[in-house]
């Protein structure tokens, strides 16, 4: 069992930063693949940006690629979103996942853990 819980989120103007965390407890945090997902209001949960156990590869959503960065620290048991140029569209609730298996896939459905998310706001 692994137990995922976000920080970070919050109010930004559009072309801001923000930077979520997330932290993990339970099992050993290096043999989960860790990915970050967002559901905006009235819209299906999307993927954002996935990485390896390693941190080795990394994964990213089109709408996202040049802009969002994801990182782990297997020290801190903690993996990171880092958001920059941010924009309206970016609006909704960012969710951690970890995921047993070795690859960083894209899809919400191989993912076996959950936090409860973080909510961000980019203003216009």
């Known amino acids: 069992q692994v137990q995922l819980v976000e920080s970070g989120g919050g109010l930004v103007q559009a072309g801001g930063s923000l930077r979520l965390s997330c932290a993990a407890s339970?099992?050993?945090?290096?043999?989960?693949?860790m990915g970050w997902f967002r559901q905006a209001p009235g819209k299906e949960r999307e993927f954002v940006a996935a990485i390896t156990w390693s941190g080795y590869s990394t994964y990213y959503a089109d709408s996202v690629k040049g802009r969002f960065t994801i990182s782990r620290d297997n020290t801190k048991n903690t993996v990171y979103l880092q958001m920059n140029n941010l924009k309206p569209e970016d609006t909704a609730v960012y969710y951690c996942a970890a995921d047993e298996g070795s690859l960083a896939r894209t899809t919400a459905r191989f993912y076996d853990y959950w936090g409860k998310g973080t909510l961000v706001t980019v203003s216009s």
């Open positions: 339970g099992r050993t945090f290096s043999d989960y693949a």
